[in-house]
């Protein structure tokens, strides 16, 4: 679930773990800003944006690491 703060108007990114299934949300203003600059690149108009990120967590990372 997003952010339930929707005042504050930045996009989703989410953290997803594969390993353990936690999940993190991130505010990557500087990539959602170059993506939308992308995107108006290219015609379209973005409303909004949620971004998607899957991998390790920092607990599993370290987990496997020892």
Do not use: P, Q, Y
């Not at 939308?36 to 990372?61: D, H, L, P, Q, Y």
């Amino acid at each position: 679930v997003a952010c339930g703060h929707w005042k504050h108007g930045h996009a989703a990114v989410f953290l997803i773990c594969e390993s353990c299934g936690a999940a993190g949300e991130l505010h990557a203003d500087e990539s959602v800003s170059r993506l939308a600059k992308e995107v108006a690149g290219s015609g379209f108009t973005m409303r909004n944006a949620i971004i998607e990120v899957r991998g390790k967590c920092a607990a599993c990372t370290a987990a496997a690491a020892a």
